[in-house]
């Protein structure tokens, strides 16, 4: 069972390095980094699955994904997208 974050802990410092999962469970990606905290923070993620070696990078926003603590203490970000719609958004770069 995952226990949301509260917004406050939306950081950079927390998330980078973390994996992204898609709609189902897939790995997708890792952050790579974050702008802004709370809710409205930009999350950067290197799409290439649990290495994250695609060498793409996408952008999400955190009040749009699923960001929680597992009660093992690890930090779990999900979106609701496919891994193919992940695929067809836009490459930004940092």
């Known amino acids: ?3 949301p974050l509260q917004p ?3 950081t950079r410092a927390l998330l980078v390095g973390k994996h992204v ?3 189902n469970n897939e790995p997708v990606g890792c ?4 702008h802004g ?3 409205s923070a ?4 290197d799409l290439g699955g649990i290495l994250c070696l695609d060498g793409r990078t996408i952008e999400l ?3 749009d994904m699923e960001i929680g603590r597992e ?4 930090i779990m970000l999900g979106t609701a997208l496919t891994v193919h719609q992940l695929e067809m958004l836009p490459a930004v770069r940092l």
């Open 1 to 3: 069972m995952m226990t």
């Open 8 to 10: 406050a802990e939306i």
């Open 37 to 39: 905290s709370g809710s």
């Open 31 to 34: 952050v790579s980094d974050v």
């Open 21 to 23: 999962f898609a709609s």
């Open 42 to 45: 930009t999350i950067f993620v």
């Open 71 to 74: 009660e093992n203490g690890a």
């Open 61 to 63: 926003v955190a009040g």
